[in-house]
Structures are given as C-alpha cells and as structure tokens.
C-alpha cells in the first residue's frame, strides 16, 4: 500500500512539473513605462503563498491552511495559506511562497517539493498573489511552530473538497464593474469550525482543478479585472 501511494505522488509530481500557467493578466504594460506619467504609473506588488500537499492517512491529497492572528491589521482571524509579499532578496515566487512558510508555521523548506506555479491572481488590495504548489511527502517530519503573531492555528483540509458542492455556499459580488460569484467553504475538525472563502477558496478550486484535472461540481464564475492604470486611480475591494 505504502509503495503505491509513493508511486502516486511521484507521478502527481511530475504531472505538475508540466503545468504551465498562462501568462499573467496583472503583469502590466512595459509599453507604457517611458510615457512622461511613468511616476505615476500603478505598479502592483507581488505575494506567493504556499499550496502545500500531503497525502493523509487513507490516501487522499490534504492541503496546510492556516487561521490568521486576531491581532493582524487586515484578515484578521480568516483562513488564508501560508505566503505573504515579496522581499528584494526572495530569488522568485518559489522563495517567497517557501520562506513565508518558514515564518509563518515553522515549515522547513527543504521538506516541500515545488513543482509548480499556478495562474496569478489579484487580492481585494490589488496585490498580485502567485500559488506556488509544494508537495510535502513526509508529514511526519513537520514540526509546526507557529509565529504568534502572524498565525493563530494551522490545520488541514482535503484538496478535493473544493471542488464539490458539498460544504459551499456562495454570493454575487462586483468590483472594477464587473460580477463575480465569491465562494465559502465550512470544514470542522474536532470541535473546531473553519470558514474558508474569498481569495484562498478561489485559489484552492482553481489548484484542485489542476491536481484532480476536472472543472468544480458548481459554477465558479470567476473574471480577471483590469489594473487601474495609474496610482491615483487605485482602489481596493471594499
């Protein structure tokens, strides 16, 4: 049994090692950059978070999520993955994604297997946020140490939860005029109960989409919105 889960997730690897997200729809106009408004130009920053895989005790993919600390400035309390903005020294994604994690919950990197980046996304601040895939093939051999103040719990969750109806409930929103349909998710562990939406439910049905190679049991309606053009147009999701 044991061998043929390895085998699994071996394949699963190189599987994902071939997986090439189309370009970025928030990369910006270089074309732009020598107009006299150059200054003024609105240049998003750039985050990664960390889908991080592991195989659970009767074979199923299993994702890491973390519960944000209460005392955070912004998504305080929410469910998020581990990740956060960009440093100069961070190498590419991958790093971000990998050190972040290191911060956040302790996770080593020489643990996680990264085999892919996922289609880039835009957060309600319009911070352009990359899903780098990492597969942990040992679970036994994380230690979780939490960063108290970034991180109030870790737990974990089936990665192909997101994509049945199950467990989902879903609203009709609309920003930068376009609609878009928001998607919750509630998971209980225990006597624990979990509320997983917005941007990481987006981006955990978009990967369990791409690991299990089908389309979600409902419809995701998601849309890609236009960059303002210029800071002074700038304005976050409200």
Not at 207 to 219: E, K, L, T
């Amino acid at each position: 049994m044991g061998g043929e889960l390895g085998r699994n997730i071996e394949a699963l690897i190189q599987r994902l090692r071939l997986h090439q997200p189309p370009p970025s729809p928030y990369s910006g106009d270089p074309s732009t950059a020598a107009t006299p408004a150059a200054a003024e130009l609105f240049r998003p920053r750039r985050a990664a978070v960390l889908v991080c895989l592991f195989q659970g005790a009767a074979g199923e993919l299993r994702v890491l999520l973390t519960k944000r600390a209460s005392s955070l400035s912004t998504h305080s309390g929410e469910v998020a993955l581990p990740g956060g903005k960009a440093d100069e020294g961070d190498a590419d994604d991958a790093a971000t994604a990998l050190r972040e994690a290191k911060e956040e919950i302790g996770l080593d990197s020489t643990l996680v297997t990264v085999v892919s980046s996922l289609e880039h996304f835009l957060s309600k601040h319009l911070l352009v946020v990359v899903p780098v895939v990492g597969i942990l093939s040992d679970i036994q051999a994380f230690k979780p140490v939490l960063n108290v103040g970034e991180v109030d719990d870790i737990f974990d969750v089936p990665l192909e939860m997101f994509l049945k109806d199950e467990h989902r409930t879903s609203e009709e929103r609309e920003w930068m005029g376009q609609e878009f349909t928001l998607h919750h998710f509630n998971y209980e562990k225990g006597n624990k109960k979990y509320k997983i939406w917005g941007l990481t439910a987006g981006i955990l049905i978009h990967a369990a989409s791409v690991v299990y190679q089908r389309p979600p049991d409902f419809a995701e309606r998601r849309v890609q919105f236009n960059l303002p053009k210029y800071s002074k147009e700038y304005s976050s999701m409200p």
